[in-house]
């Protein structure tokens, strides 16, 4: 066997064997140094010492002075501590401890996304990782000229992550690059400008590869994204893209102009012409269905109030073999939810009970909050929202915003809809098992999509947490201890010499065990062995 074969295994025994043997180390050396200090408490006089540095020498500022640090340096790891928590939704110190100590103790590394959990029909499966938490394209999402830009020049602020412009640039690279044996000229040098990180080096970019052929359709299409300042001056260079890429071969890049050619009518007014836009795309490409352009569709027919053409696209989509979204249960839960909405009273409602279609309008509210619970906190207005992402995670945060930031008004436009959800969400996690081992309708919800959504969320955003994750140890620890030495420091500044009886009963009191313990160590062993130990 080779020597790079021998290596691996060598660590990991040396490995195991420290981990075995650092516990039994840890007692020995604890034993010894109690005997160590029972042989030495005569001869050194250890008591009496003890007992005049601490108890008669100190005086009160002392004391005052020391538990006055320890309180401040307390105070100042609560503080971190508590910033760090609310920044990474962790605690710091027990963070190191997992990752650094539990391993030299011969502990197994746990993560919180990690383990066996059931699913809705009982079987034990997996709980998806970090990893596993698949992010998805937003179907709605904003044009960076006309509308994210335009937040930043009004704000001052950025409202997309770095990550998310990288998985944008990562989607486009792949999406309109095609074959990359037969890259002309200026696709190479489209390929290149979805990578550049600064806008404006990708619109100097795009301009050169149409100086390069005035027929380059990508190019078009990264100048109505980024350049465009106006959804009018965005639409006529979608269309000018289109012009020149509806005879070509690049099925992707053909779809994508349409359907943004369907959003720019969409958002300038021309609701029909844009539903007419979606209808085509989707029967022309029916297997291009993980696009979500229904989605789009559904959106645009709510702005209609065209609400039996919503069932019958939720019909369709919302099925049970199909992926869900916050969008499908949400619009599912707003069609049954006005049916009833208008009359509903929650006091009529308590005295004679809730009748069939307020029953399934209630159970459909329960499903969704089951699906995304972050979503009614944001139709409530009980958080602010943010411009959505270009990408999101399903049942995370970064869904509700982009799902409440385009249907909130239809939600307002159902009179009594709104009240209606405010009355019941909160009873969905009545229903939900709890700790959240298995779901109710779903799949247990994941664990992994608060540390996706700060990846997705800009800073100035506060990510919404489902299960709300309660306040770690050693921060209650560090503020009990800073509550507590802050309160000895008064209390010695006030009553110096009643401090200093409580002071001496303490240290006795504390004393008191080792103490006991030597005298019992005196009636086993002979005075003679204890005179010998002593002499060496």
């Known amino acids: 066997m080779s020597e790079g074969g021998r290596s691996p295994g060598f660590t990991e025994k040396l490995k195991s064997w420290l981990s075995w043997s650092w516990t039994y180390v840890c007692f020995l050396w604890f034993g010894m140094v109690l005997i160590m200090i029972y042989v030495l408490w005569s001869p050194l006089k250890l008591q009496e010492t003890l007992t005049s540095v601490f108890l008669n020498t100190l005086t009160p500022k002392f004391y005052v002075a020391l538990t006055g640090t320890s309180s401040l340096i307390s105070g100042l790891i609560l503080i971190f501590e508590w910033w760090y928590f609310r920044k ?32 809705v029909n009982g079987d034990a499966e997996p709980r998806p990782s970090v990893s596993e938490c698949k992010v998805w394209r937003n179907p709605l999402n904003l044009f960076r000229g006309a509308e994210y830009n335009r937040y930043t020049w009004v704000t001052g602020k950025e409202p997309l992550t770095y990550y998310d412009m990288n998985l944008s640039a990562q989607d486009h690279q792949t999406f309109f690059t095609g074959d990359t044996q037969q890259l002309r000229p200026e696709d190479a040098v489209m390929q290149k400008a979805w990578r550049e990180r600064n806008p404006q080096a990708r619109i100097r970019a795009a301009y050169q590869a149409i100086e390069i052929n005035h027929q380059c359709a990508a190019a078009y299409v990264l100048l109505a994204e980024e350049e465009a300042t106006t959804i009018t001056e965005a639409e006529r260079l979608f269309k000018k893209a289109l012009s020149i890429g509806k005879d070509g071969k690049d099925i992707n890049l053909l779809v994508y102009i349409k359907r943004r050619l369907a959003m720019c009518a ?67 839960a707003l069609l049954k939810a006005r049916a009833v909405s208008d009359k509903f009273s929650p006091e009529a409602a308590s005295r004679r009970g809730l009748s069939t279609a307020e029953m399934n309008a209630v159970e459909a509210i329960h499903r969704a909050v089951e699906f995304n619970p972050h979503v009614p906190k944001y139709l409530l207005e009980m958080k602010s929202l943010i411009l959505p992402p270009e990408h999101i995670l399903k049942r995370g945060d970064s869904e509700a915003v982009a799902y409440a930031f385009f249907h909130l008004q239809h939600w307002k436009r159902a009179e009594g809809a709104l009240n209606l959800l405010h009355c019941t ?10 700790p959240l081992e298995k779901g109710h309708l779903f799949y247990p919800y994941p664990g992994c999509t608060e540390t996706a959504d700060r990846e997705l969320l800009p800073s100035f955003h506060e990510v919404s947490v489902y299960p709300k994750k309660e306040l770690p140890f050693f921060i209650l620890f560090t503020a009990g201890l800073c509550s507590f030495t802050a309160m000895l420091a008064m209390l010695t500044h006030q009553f110096p010499e009643l401090m200093g009886v409580f002071a001496k009963a303490f240290f006795s009191t504390l004393f008191a065990p080792l103490g006991f313990f030597a005298d019992k160590m005196e009636s086993f062993m002979p005075s003679s062995f204890w005179h010998q130990l002593t002499r060496i």
Not at 285 to 292: D, E
């Open 425 to 434: 969400w909160e009873g969905t996690f009545r229903i939900i098992p709890y």
């Open 88 to 119: 990474y939704g962790t605690s710091f110190i027990e963070q190191v401890s997992v990752s650094h100590l539990r391993p030299l103790l011969g502990g197994v590394e746990s993560s919180s996304t990690t383990g066996l959990f059931s699913s």
């Open 266 to 332: 969409r958002k300038l007014g021309r609701i029909k012409e844009a539903v007419k836009m979606m209808r085509d795309l989707m029967k022309e490409f029916p297997l291009l269905g993980m696009l979500n352009i229904h989605e789009n569709l559904l959106e645009a027919l709510l702005e209609l109030q065209a609400y039996a053409d919503v069932q019958a696209v939720l019909a369709k989509y919302d099925d049970i073999s199909l992926p869900k979204s916050a969008t499908i249960c949400y619009t599912s």
